[in-house]
């Protein structure tokens, strides 16, 4: 009897460790998703796949519907407990997740996880949507969101050659990083960021600094960048440009500081490749060329 009552037990077990398997999931099927990495979040939604995330990170705020969603912490300071409660079919991550215990933990917990690649360029933002295409059923669509972007990349190239621009100002990226409660500049790492400001007519301002540090007042000063792009965040809590230039160190030393040319720019449109990013280089462009005419 007692070994009877024993395999019951263990049958339940088991049985009530199912929906955690680890097993490969079906990308087709209708699940609940735990998305961590805010990139992956917009390209599951444009893929028409965003019913079924269940919650996101605090990044993924694009598109509006990812707002409504619940939250598991900050894509670099998550609560695996937040991600273990949701009770999530799938994780799905591009290894830009932090603390660096928090993988260990939903994995121990038994959580089905799958990473997709990032998208700091835009050959890697095309391959990534393509995987996802693929996992998700919905190749076909893949495929024409990645032939807009390219697309769209080619017309803000085209737009650029078309405007009379008399000069290349240089552009700087200060960030407010939310999991390190610091400002920081974003720009000079040779990321996405930088990449559109070229594309977009402007000239990366060079900070001697590695890693996303506080920034240094002096060094700011030093690079003095023509226009400084401060993220949403970072700028909306300063409340207004007035503060953000007295207030963020280094700043009012600036060329940009001294000419109030500091342009608000959401986070999401900066920081990776997406099937928005050549419509974002044009609004970029405009807002460092902003008197430039077409020829």
């Known amino acids: 009897m007692k070994k009877l ?13 199912g929906r955690f398997g680890n097993k490969e999931k079906d990308g087709t099927k209708d699940q609940r998703i735990v998305s961590l990495s805010k990139h992956l979040t917009e390209m599951v939604f444009a893929l ?23 939250t598991v912490g900050y894509h670099r300071a998550l609560s695996p407990e937040s991600i273990i409660a949701m009770e999530p079919d799938l994780v799905i991550h591009s290894n830009d997740i932090g603390p660096e215990t928090v ?30 295409g693929t996992f998700f059923g919905e190749a076909a669509k893949a495929d024409s969101l990645n ?20 000069d290349t100002p240089t552009v700087m990226i200060i960030h407010f990083g939310r999991a390190s409660n610091i400002y920081f500049v974003m720009s000079g790492r040779k990321g996405p960021g930088d990449k559109m400001i070229e594309l977009a007519g402007g000239k990366v301002t060079h900070y001697d ?71 974002n280089i044009i609004k970029l462009m405009d807002l460092i060329h902003p008197d430039a005419s077409k020829k």
């Open 209 to 279: 600094a590695k890693g996303a540090r506080q920034i240094s007042a002096e060094a700011v000063a030093e690079a003095n960048p023509d226009i400084i792009i401060a993220t949403d965040f970072g700028y909306d809590q300063m409340g207004s440009m007035d503060k953000f230039i007295t207030d963020v160190p280094g700043v009012s030393l600036t060329n940009a500081g001294k000419n109030k040319r500091i342009v608000r720019f959401e986070e999401h449109d900066l920081v990776y490749f997406g099937p928005r990013s050549g419509e």
């Open 5 to 17: 009552l024993y395999f019951i037990a263990l049958g339940l077990v088991f049985t009530s460790c």
């Open 48 to 70: 028409g796949k965003g019913h079924n995330l269940v919650a996101v990170d605090l990044s993924s705020t694009y598109p509006d519907s990812a707002k409504l969603l619940k």
């Open 103 to 132: 993988l260990p933990q939903i994995t121990d917990a038994g959580l089905n996880i799958k990473a997709f690649g990032g998208a700091n360029t835009i050959d890697s933002a095309k391959l990534l949507m393509t995987a996802l």
């Open 147 to 166: 032939k807009k972007l390219d697309a769209d990349i080619a017309k803000a190239i085209d737009a650029l050659k078309q405007k009379n621009i008399k």
